[in-house]
């Protein structure tokens, strides 16, 4: 794992533990991450991980238009 600091201005009103959280859901959603890894970013189990997803608008069925498309096709 790499390890990156970022200098965050204190009026954004996030902690260490809120950055992680927001960056493993952004990841998680835009693919970058499956559900474990971002889970593990986060510091919380798969369960837990999900169970906070929609606090930053990210939802946990991370299934692309074209995904969607392809596995209407089949059936």
């Not at 952004?26 to 189990?45: D, F, H, I, N, W």
Request: glycine share 4%; aromatic share 6%; with cysteine.
């Amino acid at each position: 794992m790499i390890q990156v600091t970022i200098n965050i201005p204190e009026n954004a009103n996030l902690n260490e533990e809120d950055a992680q959280r927001f960056l493993a859901a952004k990841l998680y959603e835009c693919g970058r991450l499956t559900l474990g890894q971002a889970a593990t970013l986060a510091g919380l189990s798969k369960r837990d991980f999900a169970d906070i997803l929609s606090d930053y608008n990210v939802s946990l069925i991370n299934y692309s238009s074209s995904d969607i498309k392809n596995d209407a096709s089949r059936i």
